[in-house]
T-cell receptor, first 117, second 113 residues
Framework: GAVVSQHPSRVICKSGTSVKIECRSL??????MFWYRQFPKQSLMLMAT?????????EQGVEKDKFLINHASLTLSTLTVTSAHPEDSSFYIC?????????????FGPGTRLTVL | GDSVTQMEGPVTLSEEAFLTINCTYT??????LFWYVQYPGEGLQLLLK?????DKGSNKGFEATYRKETTSFHLEKGSVQVSDSAVYFC????????????FGKGTKLTVNP
């Protein structure tokens, strides 16, 4: 149980285009989902926290207009990288919190590798 | 600021060898501490956790003890298997209501038969 999927697993796009990444909780409802970014040989860095039906809370230094997050349902959150540039190339990972479990319990997706040419 | 420092990899061991991956943290208050594991092609999975000083988390033969005096949470296993090959992440949850996770950079472990 508590499986989280991400789609796509890999995406390559041209500079200036927008890319949407989906995060789904497959067998549970997630009131809260998290988006992380991981650069090579670096830690996972929290980008934003999204709660179903409300606006995402972004971490300091993360541009909310560039990284659009939508958490439209209890099983789906999307991250859209708008006007992507090569410096946005990274590994993006989502996680979901299962309601009723401790607040620091998160289930992680397998990640999406974004390469911007 | 909040941070986690963990042993840099990669680490390569032979099957049945003893494993230690060091982890120290900088945080305010009394965070909960975690080890996550990521197998190839999969998402991070919680391996073990400890929520207060001197607690020992354990799972699948892995252990880690919450040492507040040294702000450490070192991961150990007495006899590793090939199936333990993965990337291991040390992390803690911040306090103050948000329970955000702060991660180390990860340590890649390869166990050879």
């Amino acid at each position: 149980g508590a499986v989280v999927s991400q789609h796509p697993s890999r995406v390559i796009c041209k500079s200036g285009t927008s890319v949407k990444i989906e995060c789904r909780s497959l067998d549970f409802q997630a009131t809260t989902m998290f988006w992380y970014r991981q650069f090579p040989k670096q830690s996972l860095m929290l980008m934003a926290t999204s709660n179903e039906g409300s606006k995402a809370t972004y971490e300091q230094g993360v541009e909310k207009d560039k990284f659009l997050i939508n958490h439209a349902s209890l099983t789906l959150s999307t991250l859209t990288v708008t006007s992507a540039h090569p410096e946005d190339s990274s590994f993006y990972i989502c996680s979901a919190h299962l309601a009723g479990t401790p607040r620091d319990t998160q289930y992680f997706g397998p990640g999406t590798r974004l390469t911007v040419l | 600021g909040d941070s986690v420092t963990q042993m840099e990899g990669p680490v390569t061991l032979s099957e049945e060898a003893f494993l230690t991956i060091n982890c120290t943290y900088t945080a305010t208050g009394y965070p909960s501490l975690f080890w996550y594991v990521q197998y190839p092609g999969e998402g991070l999975q919680l391996l073990l956790k400890a929520t207060k000083a001197d607690d020992k988390g354990s799972n699948k033969g892995f252990e880690a003890t919450y040492r507040k005096e040294t702000t450490s949470f070192h991961l150990e296993k007495g006899s590793v298997q090939v199936s333990d090959s993965a990337v291991y992440f040390c992390a803690f949850s911040t306090q103050g209501g948000s329970e955000k996770l702060v991660f180390g950079k990860g340590t890649k472990l390869t166990v050879n038969p």
